[in-house]
């Protein structure tokens, strides 16, 4: 992951921030994600594992890509 954001920025396809930050803020979403379904069990909001990937995929794409 860190190597394809890297190169993603080299390209200009993402925003200058920090790689580390980024790698660490997509894993942290989805091991928040994990500890709590662990924790707490399935709630009546869960999500389901396909959707909490397409979504936190969206929210961390959306965050990291350049302006057009």
Do not use: W
């Not at 580390?20 to 379904?37: E, N, P, Q, S």
């Not at 924790?39 to 302006?67: C, H, M, N, S």
Request: net charge positive; glycine share 8%.
């Amino acid at each position: 992951l860190r190597n394809y954001i890297a190169l993603r920025q080299q390209e200009g396809a993402f925003r200058k921030i920090s790689v580390a930050a980024a790698v660490r803020a997509f894993a942290g979403m989805i091991t928040h994600y994990a500890l709590v379904k662990g924790v707490f069990g399935p709630t009546e909001a869960e999500l389901t594992e396909k959707r909490a990937i397409r979504e936190f995929t969206d929210l961390f794409l959306k965050g990291v890509v350049g302006a057009k």
